[in-house]
Structure formats: structure tokens, C-alpha cells
């Protein structure tokens, strides 16, 4: 099989790597807040990386779809630069707090408005809300076969050949073309994208398709929204310190035992 058209989703997140700190709830509005700069999540990063060395292997295209809140073409650029061919953002009113079977829909339509593809890749979960949900969804809204958490990605002839995780080590699994396959972080790290090559897409940047729900839905009522009940912070996990001070270790001992019988 020569050439293989690939389709990536990558989703922009707030980066997960941020300190705790950065991090809070708005009990009333029942939000998560993190005060970090998007980044692409890093399981959806694997799945580039594993696209890209099929499409050095065997020559190909690669597009990456994208869909969220405010999604900024800057950071998903990125993927551009790493060896993507194209990059389609998908951003709607509509299209926000969508739960899992509805962001496989709006996708679904994405692909089929595509057209022909060989193999779809997304991260085995996203770097946010971690549900793991949205590639099988995907390919159950396709008819198409799936495998997820996959660590190695081989394509021979018409099919795909996946070394698949599982907790005791890991399973082949082979399915007819087209497919869908999870990625996880086993298959390794986005390679390096330089600052200059980033900066010079950046300077003589080419225009991104952007879809909305005019493009891709017809019915907004089959969208649903996350119906969050209660969304409540984490518990404080801050720790008090207290350095028992003494000229001799019994004179610590004493400081210390009278401390815990204060605090009964």
C-alpha cells in the first residue's frame, strides 16, 4: 500500500504539566480554572508522533482536526510544523461543554465532510477531563473497526497491525483499513519542533479552515451539554511544620511530648 491518508485529532488544552497552585474551582459557576498557557494534549501529541513515522515510512497525508473552546490556531500550528500536511479547527458556541458522544459527532461529520481516509488516530484519552471516551465513540459513529491504547502502529497492505497495552504486557491486534486507533504514550514523545521552524510558520502563516455548526450539523438538538450537578474544590492539602528547638535531645523529647499532650 503507497501512501495512507491519515487523520489525527488533537484537542488544545491548558497544560497539564502546570504547578497545583495554578489551579482552582468556581463552585458557582461549576468550573475548573487554570491559569496556564494551551498546549496540545499529550496523548493526542503521541498520536502525531505515530502518524508521522507512518507517513515517512510510506509517503501520505496527514490532516489534524481539531475541536474546542477558543481554539487557537497558534498552538495547534504546531502540529504543522512536527510534519502534518493540514489543519482544520472546529469552533462553535454550539460546539462548547459538549459531552463525549456529542464530540464524537460533530468529528464524525468533520471526517465524512474529509472524505476518503485510510486511518484515524487520537490519544487514548484527553489530557484534561480523562475520559477515554471519544475515539471509540468515533469509530462506532463511522462503522469502522477500533483499537485502543495502542504502543506500536504498523500498516501492511490493507490493514493495520497494533501492539495494543494491557496490564500484563500487550496483545496484537489486526484490523481491515479503514480503522481507528487510540494512541497511547508508549508509542513516545512528539519529536522536537525548533523555535525557528515555529516562528517561521508563524511569520508567513497559511490560512487555517475553521468549520462551524453551520458546516458540519444540521440538528443541534442532537447535541448534548455536560450536565455537571456539583463540582466542588479539592480538600486543602496544605501541612503545618513545627521544628522542636533544644540544646539536647531529651530537652527535644520533652518540647515534643508536651505538644502532643496539648493537642490531646
Known amino acids: 500500500m503507497k501512501g495512507i491518508n491519515i487523520i489525527v485529532c488533537a484537542k488544545q488544552i491548558p497544560d497539564p504539566e502546570v504547578p497545583f497552585s495554578n489551579v482552582s474551582v468556581d463552585v458557582e459557576k461549576k468550573e475548573v480554572i487554570v491559569d496556564a498557557p494551551n498546549v496540545i494534549s499529550p496523548y493526542d501529541e503521541n498520536a502525531l508522533e505515530a502518524a508521522i513515522r507512518i507517513k515517512e515510512e510510506m509517503g501520505g497525508k496527514i490532516t489534524v482536526l481539531s475541536l474546542g473552546r477558543k481554539v487557537s490556531d497558534t498552538v495547534l500550528r504546531k502540529t504543522i510544523a512536527a510534519g502534518a500536511d493540514a489543519l482544520i479547527l472546529i469552533e462553535d458556541p454550539a ?16 471526517i465524512r465532510k474529509i472524505g476518503a481516509y485510510d486511518l484515524i488516530l487520537t490519544g487514548r484519552q484527553a489530557g484534561d477531563w480523562d475520559s477515554g471516551q471519544v475515539g471509540l465513540l468515533l469509530a462506532e459513529l463511522l462503522g469502522i473497526p477500533s483499537i485502543s491504547l495502542a504502543r506500536s502502529i504498523k500498516i501492511k497492505e490493507d490493514r493495520v497491525l497494533v501492539e495494543k497495552t494491557v496490564p500484563v504486557g500487550y496483545e496484537v491486534v489486526e484490523a481491515g483499513l479503514p480503522a481507528l486507533v487510540t494512541v497511547s504514550n508508549e508509542v513516545g514523545e512528539l519529536r522536537y519542533v525548533s523555535r525557528s521552524k515555529m516562528m517561521g510558520l508563524l511569520k508567513r502563516p497559511t490560512p487555517i479552515p475553521k468549520w462551524g455548526a453551520k458546516d458540519l ?9 455536560i450536565q455537571l450537578v456539583e463540582l ?20 527535644k523529647a520533652d518540647k515534643l511530648a508536651s505538644f502532643f499532650k496539648e493537642l490531646g
Not at 95 to 110: K, T
Not at 217 to 225: F, S
Not at 236 to 242: E, K
Open 232 to 251: 466542588s474544590p479539592p480538600p486543602d492539602m496544605r501541612r503545618a511544620c513545627l521544628f522542636i528547638e533544644g540544646s539536647t535531645p531529651q530537652e
Open 95 to 110: 460546539f462548547e461543554r459538549l459531552d463525549s458522544n456529542s464530540v464524537a459527532y460533530v468529528l464524525s461529520r468533520a
Open 217 to 225: 450539523v444540521d440538528d443541534l438538538e442532537r447535541l448534548k451539554k
